[in-house]
């Protein structure tokens, strides 16, 4: 059976993959940045990388904020492992708004009667065409953030 696409890894592995394609992509970047990273308990890390500047492709300056829970699992000893649970990447255009968001299913516990129906699910908001569009996304197929930092700098 191949690996699912978003999988346990290395605690490590994890943190300098995110980190990696911060600097891969720096050359679209106003300036360098990193992930912020917030251990709110033994098992919950968030990780967090705001105010990103890019410039597209297209020469548009766009906003991208990219929020990250992470959940730990620390059952063998010195070998922590990773796995996002939820996330959001947004790209907006400063002054405009929202162009292109990708967002995880709330949590249960979060949920009530008046969430609306996308919120069930991984999904897309859309905004490029200047309405938006909300598209469910299969539960393993969300992109990476080096994904998302792709059809930002190709699409918007």
Not at 34 to 42: F, S
Not at 102 to 123: I, K, V
Not at 137 to 147: A, F, G, I, L
Request: with cysteine.
């Amino acid at each position: 059976m191949s690996p699912r696409k978003h999988d346990w890894a290395s605690l490590q592995t994890y943190l300098n993959a995110h980190e990696r394609v911060l600097r891969h992509y720096s050359r679209y970047m106003d300036h360098p940045v990193q992930y912020k990273h917030t251990r709110v308990t033994e098992n919950y890390l968030v990780l967090e990388c705001l105010n990103i500047m890019f410039t597209t492709y297209n020469g548009t300056k766009v906003r991208v904020d990219i929020t990250k829970d992470v959940e730990i699992d620390d059952s063998i000893p010195n070998r922590e492992r990773a796995l996002t649970f939820g996330y959001s990447y947004n790209a907006n255009r400063p002054g405009v708004g929202n162009l292109l968001r990708y967002d995880s299913p709330d949590p249960e516990a979060a949920r009530g009667p008046s969430t609306p129906a996308h919120h069930y699910f991984h999904h897309k908001h859309d905004w490029s065409s200047g309405t938006e569009v909300i598209v469910k996304v299969r539960d393993d197929e969300w992109p990476h953030v080096d994904q998302f930092f792709q059809e930002v700098l190709t699409r918007l």
